[in-house]
């Protein structure tokens, strides 16, 4: 998948699905499911690295899981996430760690922000990096919120962040995710651009979805946001597993014969 054929998607009204992945068996999985496009995503600050957000997690660790991605990534964009103080410093910054993310292999990198951050977005389109934008309930600004928050509600809310789409759009991204704000507000905002909109917490007007992939498969239940949707129940099936793992040592049942050298 390449980036104008993830743009193509929206011209045919295919909808695009956009999965996380932060390690080599998962991004495997999730190409062999035929999800267009992997996020390495600063959630792994919480549900790799269990912090409380995102502000922690360094351009290292962010390298470091897009190397593991990118290295086994056939078909799938993959996209690196810009962590937190990586490109909001100056323009510098971002271009320069922009540039280490497609060198680790990204296609593309991510960031949080509208108008403000539409002169580095456009910075770094000039120089060849495709950047997705972000918008909406931006973890990063997680302590400007007060917490996670729908975003928008309000009308000179929603109208900037209208013209936040609209900046991203005229500065050269490829596409934005819109997160945590109300449906009629996505449906507004992917009626009026024509780069692809993926929705996390946006409702179901927008060109594609993004999922966490551990919230996806059950997988963490710290905080479960009423938009996501569990397609799987791992966390039970592997607490069963260990269980019943632990119950046969313990009586002797494992390893049995077959499992065992002669
Ligand atoms: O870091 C992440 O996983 C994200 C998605 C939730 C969009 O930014």
């Known amino acids: 998948m390449t980036i104008p054929e993830f743009q193509q998607c929206k011209r045919d009204k ?41 502000l922690s997690v360094t351009m290292d660790d962010m390298l470091y ?41 990204a296609h593309a990198v ?42 928008g509600k309000e009308l000179d809310r929603a109208q900037a962040l209208l013209s936040d789409a609209k900046a991203l759009e005229a500065a050269g991204a490829f596409a934005i995710v819109l997160e945590a704000i109300p449906a009629e507000l996505a449906k507004t905002i992917t009626e009026q651009v024509t780069i692809p909109t993926i929705g996390i917490g946006a409702g179901p007007h927008c060109d594609g979805q993004v999922l966490v992939l551990y919230d996806l498969l059950g997988l963490f239940d710290d905080f479960v946001p009423k938009f996501v949707k569990p397609y799987a129940h791992l966390k039970a099936d592997a607490l069963q597993a260990l269980r019943r793992y632990k119950e046969e040592v313990e009586q ?4 049995s014969d077959s499992e065992s050298y002669h």
């Open 65 to 105: 899981h897009t190397r593991l991605v990118a290295g086994v990534a056939q078909r799938a964009l993959v996209i690196g996430d810009m962590p937190f103080m990586s490109y909001q410093a100056s323009h510098e910054d971002a271009l320069r760690n922009a540039g280490r993310f497609l060198q680790a292999g």
């Open 110 to 151: 991510k960031l949080e922000g509208g108008t403000v951050a539409a002169d580095r977005v456009a910075a770094m389109t000039c120089v060849g990096i495709p950047v997705m934008g972000h918008l909406g309930m931006t973890p990063q600004s997680v302590n400007r919120y007060g917490g996670y928050k729908v975003q």
């Open 252 to 255: 002797g049942k494992f390893p």
């Open 14 to 54: 295919k909808r695009l699905t956009v999965v996380t992945a932060y390690d080599a068996l998962f991004a495997r999985i999730v190409e062999q499911a035929g999800i267009e496009a992997i996020l390495v995503g600063d959630s792994l600050g919480v549900v790799v690295q269990g912090k409380a957000n995102t």
